[in-house]
């Protein structure tokens, strides 16, 4: 059974039967393969066949909103926008009341004041579930 392993004297491998130098061979012809791919692929990168230009689809429209720009008298002073506020609004107020609490803090006009007042009373009413 021994003699059927095919051991060299002091346990090495009997390496004569020239499966590795097979493996060997195979792994060099594999390199010089790829090299030669890739130098032919380097060669075909160089030429430049020049072809007639394909009509480009025209670009999307996008619509762009005009940047707004605050007149210099309005009380903002520039490169600073708008800022939220918060109001805290109870179970008991009227928009009357919550509307007075938020202009006493900024200066609204007239109208501005009158739209506010309307959309907190749509927004309680929403809340309260009688709207």
């Known amino acids: ?19 590795v130098r097979h493996i060997r061979h195979n792994q060099i012809a594999r390199d010089a393969y790829e090299r030669a791919v890739r130098q032919a692929r380097g060669r075909a990168r160089g030429r430049f066949t020049p072809t ?31 800022c939220p506020q918060i109001a805290v609004v109870l179970q008991g107020d009227s928009a009357e009341e919550v ?24 927004e309680l009413s929403k809340r309260r579930g009688t709207g």
């Open 99 to 122: 509307t007075r609490r938020v202009c006493a803090r900024s200066l609204l006009e007239p109208a501005l004041r009158r739209a506010l007042c309307q959309r907190v009373q749509d």
């Open 52 to 82: 007639t230009p394909r009509p480009r689809r025209p670009d999307q429209q996008v619509y762009r909103p005009r940047r707004h720009v605050l007149p210099w008298g309005s009380g903002v002073p520039h490169g600073q926008g708008w």
């Open 1 to 19: 059974a021994a003699a059927s392993w095919r051991c060299r004297p002091g346990g090495r491998l009997d390496m004569s039967h020239g499966f």
